[in-house]
């Protein structure tokens, strides 16, 4: 249940936080890039407990990185002439990279967890290897789309090919349910309350995404469908006189 709560703050921060955000991206970039250095520092060398508390919830269990991406998905799905597209529209890409920097502690500690069990030289289960696989795609994908979300390298690509790339954001983000799912199903299979309330937050936002992604879709389709019908009556319009004459 925490990462609803997490959800609706930082859904919150994302509005408040708009105007500096486009002004000091680098700011922001920084700040992530300390919370991971804290964290990294608590992994190895502790801290008070009221700072090792959110950081664990927060960097740990990758909630607030996760928290962005999600917003960062759904500013895809609303309406392009809606108050909210247009607000936040102009950060997505900021918004994506302050997401990276934070998941990036996240995933070094958790790869770097599976390196005794995988060169140990003891057995490894399917579940492990499966585990740490799906861990090591995801985090290609994350290198890819976070460091091709910088200006710099956007303007550096072609726009197609740039935004082909982008599109791996989706096979990214249902590979993060997945992952979530194959973390928390044993325990919510076994009667874990906490693992079942977990799955049923992130079930609620993973398929309301898809959900919201598809009807967005139609209705671009939709949209292009009706424009094209629209320009060719004009053409036929205008092109009567000329063809009378």
Known sequence: MDFAAILIATIAACFALRNPLKACPTAFYAAAIAIDVLYMYGVFFG???????????????????????????????LNREGRACR??????????????????GHMAVYLESYLPRLFGGGAISGNVMGAFALAV????????????SFA????????????????LAYLFFGLVCVHLLLMLLPSAL?????????????????????LCRVSR???DKQADE????????SSVVLDEPEMVS
């Open 47 to 77: 801290l008070p407990r009221a700072v090792w508390s959110p950081l664990f919830v927060l960097v740990q269990k990758c909630e607030l990185a996760l928290a962005l991406f999600v917003v960062v998905m759904f500013i895809g799905c």
């Open 87 to 104: 607000w936040l529209k102009p950060v997505r890409s900021e918004l994506s990279i302050v997401a990276w920097f934070l998941s990036l």
């Open 137 to 148: 795609v995801l985090l290609v994908l994350l290198v890819v789309l976070g460091v091709t």
């Open 152 to 167: 710099f390298v956007k303007r550096a690509m072609h726009t197609e090919t740039w935004k082909k790339v982008q599109k």
């Open 190 to 210: 076994h009667g874990g309350l906490a693992a079942q309330a977990s799955v049923a937050v992130y079930s609620v936002v993973f398929v309301g995404y898809a």
């Open 217 to 219: 879709a139609l209705a």
């Open 226 to 233: 009706s424009s094209s019908t629209v320009k060719n009556a």
